[in-house]
């Protein structure tokens, strides 16, 4: 289930609950929103709702396609009896998310269209130099040095570039499945200058978000940052949860909890310590969520505009690269006519 679905199913759901809409109604309405599969999974909890089991666990067995986070929310609400609060503020969730995402995207749409131009004004002149023949006949003189002409070079061209795209698809796959424990690397890349602090501030804005929905459900605290350590979606993250939990069995606070995990930044754990000073746990939480959240969306837009930087470097250095190859050809070209005068 996509991020902007969630947030619709959420929405509904949570406004419906609210209106004392039953349950079952509101999931048979769902099975006319969405893509066929999303239909599909509605219709399958419908069934298993009305056959007796509980929204949870009629989600579960939706073959994984219910986000984890929306799951276990869900079932924080069943347990509490606050099914409409707990969806509303879901949606509000899902919602940042989407803004954060839609304004990535944003920022980078233009220097990937400049890409794309650049690689297909390349593309046409290895195609041009396959079918045009030189004035004293023969092959058009190779000006890009890259060996490739026509038709096949053009091909062979862009699986060099495929390759190097999925080489980029793989090393984003391997870090989020934790391949060979490449999360572990996490700490050296906070370290990168600016970003390293923006990946960790998304992050905890998500661990922030989450922890503050949980402790609004009314889930115990070791739950409650159980769950915010998975909504994190890394393994770095969620491996230190059994920490977080012996310190709470010591009778330890929220902020000495984060701190027993040696992952979180001292900033962070100080700023949930006057939070938790300053009022209740979800209340208190709820505000350094919101205070992340605009960090967050400032550290996407560094992120964005360091990703820009990237990609117009990336596109500026590889034509200035081609144009000095034809320069360099020409300026050869012109060196050899003149050598005989």
């Known amino acids: 289930m996509g991020l902007a679905s969630a947030r619709d199913f959420c929405r509904r759901m949570g406004t419906g609950l609210r209106a004392g809409v039953d349950v079952l109604r509101l999931l048979d309405s769902e099975r006319k929103h969405g893509p066929p599969r999303q239909r ?16 949870t666990d009629a989600m579960k067995d939706t073959r994984e396609f219910f986000p984890p986070l929306l799951v276990s929310m869900t079932r924080v609400g069943e347990a509490t009896g606050r099914m409409e609060r707990t969806y509303l503020m879901l949606a509000e969730h899902y919602e940042n998310q989407v803004t954060l995402r839609r304004g ?32 004293t006949g023969g092959e058009m003189a190779d000006i890009l040095g890259l060996g490739l002409r026509g038709g096949s070079g053009v091909l062979i061209f862009w699986c060099y570039l495929a390759a190097i795209f999925g080489l980029i698809v793989a090393g984003y796959f391997a870090f989020r499945l934790n391949f060979a424990g490449v999360q572990n690397l996490i700490p050296l890349i906070y370290k990168i200058p600016g ?38 979606d890394s393994e770095y993250y969620r491996s230190s949860a059994r920490d977080a939990e012996s310190d709470i069995r010591e009778g330890g606070t929220l902020a000495s909890a984060l701190n027993a995990t040696s992952i979180f930044p001292e900033e962070f754990i100080t700023s949930v310590e006057v ?8 209340e208190s939480i709820d505000h350094l ?53």
């Not at 999974?41 to 509980?54: C, K």
């Not at 922030?208 to 459900?217: G, K, M, N, R, Y």
């Not at 939070?275 to 979800?282: N, R, V, W």
Request: zero cysteines; charged letters at 15%.
């Open 195 to 232: 970003v390293g602090y923006a990946l960790q501030t998304i992050t905890l804005s998500r661990f922030a978000w989450t922890l503050s929905l949980a402790l609004d459900a009314g889930l115990n605290p070791i739950e409650s940052i159980r769950l915010a350590l998975d909504a994190t």
């Open 275 to 282: 939070a938790e000073l300053s009022g209740t746990d979800s």
């Open 104 to 135: 990535f995207m944003r920022a980078i749409t233009w220097p990937m269209i400049q890409l794309v131009i650049g690689i297909g004004v390349i593309s046409l002149l290895i195609y041009l130099m396959g079918i045009l023949t030189a004035p």
């Open 289 to 341: 969520a919101r205070e992340y959240d605009q960090r967050a969306s400032a550290a996407m837009k560094t992120l964005a505009g360091i990703a820009t930087g990237v990609i117009w470097l990336s596109v500026a250095g590889f034509l200035i690269t081609m144009i000095l190859r034809i320069f360099l050809f020409i300026s050869g070209a012109y060196s050899e006519a003149f050598e005989g005068l």
């Open 40 to 55: 599909s999974a509605a219709d399958s909890v419908r069934e298993a709702t009305l056959s007796g089991r509980t929204l």
